[in-house]
């Protein structure tokens, strides 16, 4: 499990996250490892400083944001969050970014399928195309980023395009990394009408939803008591159906 | 459209359902186009008031520059405490006999390798034991670091306190130095993509420029203006670092960093430290009985907003004192969107009410604003009310900017910016914004071309003093301004400065 450092010829060994059985992390391999520094001396030989190189690895934790994730690279899903707390005043606000917990009353939002928001609807509202980037930057440059903003989405999502050149009221639709990163870099975006043919390799279009995958259909006709009934035993997708009836009232 | 697409490997956990957005109702009438607004309770909007009046008695700073391999940010620190204590003809170790507490301004801990930067800087001045407290807000760290001393000083804590801020980025390459900076950015959803500040910052003034500047090259050259005012009047001020005689033609051939912004456009990445003193009304009345430097009464609102700017929510404009709900009426703009700063609008908001200021363009005399981007600094003149909403490009092109009105050759109606503000003479983070209190403080106390034109200053900064060097000193100021400001607009102060016996129009907001 050895692997070279980029641009360096220094190989250090590789390292391994895993979560223990009792919920922490546990690390194994190199997470730091040394380098050897350099002084730095001026013209007349006086010392300036030293180097102190090191390669590190950070974890970062996805906590209650890890859905998204998961849906972005296993199922090439975009999910938003709702909340859905009637006696708040953001009641029925939607967030992409993707946040786990409502910014107004504190309570956890349900998570929100909208892919099919994205593909019909998404448009750039600002972008800037930049030929320069930061240390460890993994995107190929120009850097096309985008702002899109989503017809009943209360934020915006920043990202970046692929193909095509951005410009304000672009209609644009995500693509999805085959080979993913577990980051939000799995996500970008292309002009709408872009063929499948014409996206570069690594990447897709997610897969157009099944009749079977809307549960919607499943609350037809079901009564409203009944609805409470299984929101109470637990039933996420009958809480939905009661939100969408008090919002339709 | 058919898209195509490996069946998903792993359903997702939750069943999903398709949402769209026609269902949802809007529940909030007040929104423009339906869109539902956050609000705010009026306890949340209570004016802030400080239960004692708080005096800014002294400043200082250190030289300015891109590297300073010669100096530790200790010994820059130093620099600018014993300009403070010359400033009042004292010694360092005579002031320190009167500061109760250090607070400390450093952003970015991984810049300069050292936590707890301030625990060492705390040290180095000779201030342990006393209690002292480390305060990061970004590019607004400076202004919330007087802001924390404020506080303490107005609740009785303590009668003097130091306010201290400093910026080490010369310690690592720029490519590593703008994936720091991008760390400032929510590591999950905006870091990794670039690793550079300005693919999250930049998309705002391509809306700007796109929709309320509309791609007008007078706009373009209007920003240019500001960058030949800054770069220009730096060339006068020995500790800047980026004074430059420049035209708008060189800023409109200077190479595209992100369009419209050209590399003058630009602010400077420095080090660098300034530090204030705030003290209550009892030993500000010792100071000056025993230096003749007049104290400043001192006031400051502070704001925030989303570190995200992809998560800025939709609202009404907080309206300052001399606006009305009509000048806005029938927008089209969705407020804040992106091309406004909701956290500079809010402490101006509260910054204004607290000192009584009715009208900022008539009550100030002398301004630093936040010119991180020339555009910015456009923004920056609409959120602190010296023009309305898409109209901030006038109080260049009006001449009330410049120090001489360039139309008229009067004194400008409110000069801004005169010490070269972050384009001309520095953006060391954490300095910034103290650096900008003083230089305001200077011309209050009408010492701006005695600090400046000193010979033997541009000497000890190893530079020589213009032939043609100008004394910017604004004549008659008693009150001044100072906009302190986080990149996207994450945390923004305002600073209100004013000469005691010349206090605003309006009532002060008293505890």
Redesign the interface.
């Known amino acids: 499990m050895k692997k070279q450092l980029p641009d360096t010829g220094i190989i250090v060994p590789g390292h391994e996250a895993t979560v223990t059985n009792k919920g922490g992390y546990h690390f194994e391999g190199a997470f730091s490892t040394i380098v050897p520094g350099t002084p730095?001396m001026?013209d007349e030989g006086t010392l300036?400083?030293v180097t102190?190189p090191r390669y590190m690895v950070y974890v970062?934790s996805?906590g209650g944001?890890a859905?998204f994730f998961?849906?972005l690279v296993?199922?090439?899903?975009l999910?938003a969050t709702r909340c859905e707390n009637s006696k708040c005043?953001?009641?029925?606000?939607?967030?992409l970014?993707y946040?786990s917990h409502c910014p107004?009353c504190g309570l956890k939002m349900t998570?929100?399928?909208?892919t099919?928001?994205a593909?019909n609807?998404a448009k750039v509202?600002?972008?800037?195309?930049?030929?320069?980037?930061?240390?460890?930057?993994?995107?190929a440059k120009p850097?096309r980023?985008?702002?899109i903003e989503?017809?009943?989405?209360?934020?915006?999502?920043?990202?970046?395009m692929i193909l095509g050149e951005p410009s304000?009221g672009l209609r644009v639709?995500p693509v999805?990394r085959?080979d993913p990163t577990f980051?939000?870099?799995d996500l970008a975006w292309v002009p709408?009408?872009t063929k499948?043919e014409e996206l570069p390799e690594g990447w897709?279009?997610?897969?157009?939803?099944s009749d079977d995958?809307?549960?919607?259909n499943a609350y037809e006709g079901v009564p409203d008591k009944e609805l409470v009934r299984m929101a109470n035993e637990g039933d996420?997708?009958a809480r939905?159906e009661i939100f969408?009836r008090d919002?339709?009232e | 459209m058919v898209r195509k697409g490996g069946k998903p490997e792993i359903r997702s956990r939750i069943r999903l359902k398709e949402v769209y957005y026609e269902e949802y109702p809007i529940k909030s009438p007040k929104g423009r186009k339906g869109m539902q607004m956050i609000q705010f309770s009026d306890r949340q909007l209570r004016i802030p008031s400080l239960s004692r009046p708080v005096y800014m008695i002294t400043g200082g700073m250190s030289q300015f520059g891109r590297a300073f391999p010669g100096k530790k940010t200790e010994e820059l620190c130093l620099d600018a405490v014993i300009m403070a204590a010359e400033m009042l003809g004292m010694d360092w170790l005579e002031l320190k006999q009167f500061i109760q507490a250090g607070f400390y301004g450093h952003f970015a801990d991984h810049f300069g390798d050292q936590l707890l930067g301030e625990a060492v800087i705390h040290d180095r001045l000779g201030l342990d034991p006393l209690p002292g407290i480390g305060i990061k807000t970004g590019g607004a760290t400076g202004g919330y670091t007087m802001w924390t001393t404020m506080m303490a000083v107005a609740s009785g804590m303590i009668d003097c306190g130091l306010a201290l801020g400093w910026e080490r980025m010369d310690e690592v390459p720029t490519d590593e130095g703008n994936h720091l900076i991008a760390c400032a950015a929510d590591k999950d959803w905006e870091t990794g993509m670039g690793h550079i500040y300005a693919g999250y910052y930049a998309p705002m003034s391509t809306r700007y420029w796109e929709l309320i500047a509309k791609k007008d090259p007078k706009f373009r050259e209007t920003l240019a203006k500001i960058a030949v005012k800054h770069r220009g009047y730096a060339l006068n001020n020995p500790f800047a670092h980026g004074g430059m005689k420049i035209t708008i033609e060189d800023v409109l051939n200077s190479p595209v960093v992100s369009e419209p912004l050209r590399a003058l456009d630009c602010c400077l990445m420095s080090v660098g430290s300034a530090c204030a003193v705030f003290c209550d009304e009892t030993t500000a009345n010792e100071f000056y009985n025993r230096t003749g430097q007049k104290p400043l009464r001192v006031w400051i609102g502070a704001g925030t907003h989303t570190l995200r700017v992809a998560d800025r929510r939709p609202m009404e404009i907080p309206l300052l004192p001399h606006e009305t709900v009509e000048m806005y009426t029938g927008s089209e703009h969705r407020y804040p969107g992106f091309t406004g700063f909701l956290a500079a609008r809010m402490a101006c908001y509260f910054g204004y009410r607290m000192a009584g200021v009715q009208n900022p363009l008539e009550d100030f005399d002398i301004v630093e604003l936040h010119d991180a981007f020339t555009i910015s600094d456009i923004q920056t003149y609409e959120d602190a009310g010296l023009r309305p909403y898409g109209q901030g490009n006038d109080y260049v092109e009006s001449g009330d900017c410049y120090h001489t009105n360039p139309h008229t050759g009067q004194p400008g109606k409110l000069p801004s910016n005169l010490s070269g503000g972050l384009i001309g003479n520095m953006h060391a983070v954490g300095a910034t914004g103290v650096m900008q209190a003083v230089e305001v403080a200077l011309h209050l106390w009408n010492r701006h071309g005695e600090i400046h034109g000193d010979p033997n200053r541009w000497v000890a900064f190893g530079k020589e003093k213009p032939n043609d060097w100008v004394d910017l000193q604004v004549q008659n100021a008693h009150r001044g301004m100072a906009i302190s400001h986080a990149g996207v607009g994450s945390h923004v102060t305002c600073t209100v400065l004013a000469d005691p016996d010349h206090l605003f129009t309006g009532k002060e907001v008293v505890a």
């Open positions: 730095i001026d300036r400083g102190k970062h996805y944001e859905l998961e849906a296993r199922d090439h899903k999910l005043p953001g009641h029925g606000m939607m967030y970014p946040r107004d998570p929100i399928d909208m099919e928001l593909y609807e509202y600002t972008f800037v195309v930049t030929e320069r980037s930061g240390a460890y930057n993994t995107l850097i980023f985008i702002d989503f017809p009943g989405i209360i934020t915006f999502l920043k990202s970046y304000i639709v999805f085959t980051t939000i870099e709408e009408g499948p897709t279009f997610s897969a157009l939803p995958e809307d549960p919607a996420l997708e939905q969408f919002c339709n």
